[in-house]
């Protein structure tokens, strides 16, 4: 019930639907296929097609927008070097598409590994990065990743995280997110 409202439905078709509705609305859709922690090859190799088949379906279809995944979704669990492989195929596709890749933050764990990756990534494809408003670290985050022209999609957060890592209450979120998202403005990047 929680989630219904952030869930366009489930499956790819239900996907495509409500991403043409966002675009004949005047915006563009970001698709993400549910899953994170995934800690077998088998459901890493699964999600890989998957977001496969949601890029070329968004082509055929002429939907404006791209995915955003999960570095978790995609093998972090199993070693870093097993996600950047599995990014870089999903990023090849989305090249080949003429299509923009996002790469969702998840918890406070795997930030460091998730914007290594990113930019790794960054190196060679049109990318770009979630941060989390929450998170204590992510001015700095912001700063680094400005530094290598990155793009960045601001969001809230959505883990439960130690003190020592994020702000509690909703009012910091929100002042710092504000003030995440003045440096973002200044900067003049695509956010």
Known sequence: RV???????????????????????????IINFLGED??????????VSEYTRLMGLMQEKGV????????????????????LQNLRK????????????????ESVKFTEDTITIYLELLKQYRVGIAVQAYLKRSGGD????????GAVRLVKGAYHEL?????????EVDQNY????DMLFEAGNFF
Request: glycine share 8%.
């Open 64 to 83: 404006r927008g791209c995915v955003s995944v999960k570095p978790t979704q995609l093998g972090l669990v199993l070693g870093y070097d097993v996600c």
């Open 142 to 149: 912001i700063l680094h990743i400005l530094e290598y022209g």
């Open 90 to 105: 999903l990023a090849d596709k989305a090249k080949s598409l003429g299509q923009f890749l996002w790469i969702d933050m």
């Open 163 to 171: 003190a020592e890592h994020a702000f509690a209450s909703r009012e």
């Open 3 to 29: 989630a219904k409202k952030w869930v366009a439905g489930y499956s790819v078709d239900d996907a495509i639907s409500a991403a043409a509705e966002s675009n004949a609305k005047g915006m563009s859709a």
């Open 178 to 181: 504000l003030h995440l998202m």
């Open 38 to 47: 995934t800690a077998s090859y088998e459901q890493v190799s699964l999600a």
